[in-house]
């Protein structure tokens, strides 16, 4: 690599490149760099193969130059130089003269009549992105005016109440992608079949020792009733499995062992079980829980919960 143009090429690649594949394997939460770490090692492979591609050429331009006469080296190094100095001729030319600058020689078309102790002004123009900025800020104030103070479009409140909407739509779109970072304080109750479904055989695997399939308990606190030592409802449900129960006589915690869309659907299923009648159930234990904000359930209605979970 002989010349800065190859340093920049390689940059430009190497930007892009990362670009290019951030955005094409991007997901709701993650970048691609994030949701396949052996990305990396691809990316490093391309932006390497790029770099020895560069190496190669300058090596093979330099093999190339040396095998030319000392005069046709003069002239490609005089070719080089004239084209380097005319590289982005038309927008030098084209700034300047927008700039309306002037060679030292031409400065007395533009010096200002003041003169202060020997010190004289040049009336240079100013900047032209200085010019078109102001002008776009003019175009922008209009418009801004007579959309906002003249026709009355929409008022900061307005806008804001309108943002919170379309941000709970987002959140709320986002949360069904996103089940792994449920906690307890955003964790809701699931009832779609399949979540159901993936909850019963989580409960089944890990629950029935100490609780009775049917929810009806053993060594662990009878499911079906509305009495619950830790509360009742799917934030403390969530949070006892999560946590785990009392102090030496509870469940263990298992946040360890399962993921938190795990738990949350543990915990809806367990929520079926409320109101149904098990085959041996264990005294009531703990108190009467009430949710002053969920709407009141049936046994009727928790078992039509619990048929579509074991269908």
């Keep these: ?40 090692a691809f990316y490093a ?83 032209p992105w200085w010019v078109y900025g102001f002008y776009a800020t003019i175009i922008f104030a209009v418009v801004y005016m007579v959309r906002f103070h003249v026709l009355n479009d929409y008022t900061q409140d307005e806008e804001y109440e309108v943002a919170v909407a379309q941000a709970k739509i987002e959140l709320d779109a986002w949360r069904k992608t996103a089940k792994d970072l449920v906690d307890v304080n955003s964790v809701i109750v699931l009832t779609d079949a399949a979540d159901l479904k993936a909850g019963m055989a989580l ?40 946590e785990g129960g ?20 543990v915990a809806s299923y367990v929520l079926t079980f409320q109101g149904t009648i098990p085959a041996d159930g264990k005294e009531q234990e703990g108190d009467i829980w009430l949710n002053p904000d969920a709407p009141a359930t049936t046994a009727t209605d928790n078992t039509a919960v619990k048929k579509i979970a074991t269908n």
């Design 246 to 265: 009392r102090d030496g006589k509870g469940m263990i915690p298992w946040k360890k062992d399962l993921k938190p869309a795990e738990m949350a659907q």
């Design 45 to 127: 492979a391309i932006v390497l193969f790029h770099i020895v591609a560069e190496v190669c050429v300058a090596a093979l331009q330099g093999v190339l130059f040396q095998t030319l006469s000392l005069e046709k080296q003069e002239t490609y190094l005089q070719n080089e130089a004239l084209r380097n100095e005319n590289r982005f001729k038309w927008l030098k030319e084209k700034y300047e003269q927008a700039l309306g600058s002037k060679e030292m020689e031409e400065e007395h078309e533009i010096i200002l009549d003041h003169n202060y102790d020997g010190i004289q002004e040049l009336d240079n123009k100013l900047p």
């Design 1 to 40: 690599m002989r010349n800065k143009a190859s340093y920049y090429r390689i940059i430009g690649f190497a930007l892009l490149g990362f670009l290019a594949l951030s955005y094409l394997g991007k997901t709701e939460t993650q970048n691609a760099f994030e949701a396949i770490p052996w990305l990396w």
């Design 203 to 242: 409960y089944t695997s890990n629950c029935i020792a100490c609780h009775a399939a049917d929810g009806g308990g053993g060594i662990g606190p009878n499911l079906t009733d509305e009495h619950w030592i830790l509360g009742g409802g799917i934030k403390n449900v969530f949070n006892t499995i999560s």
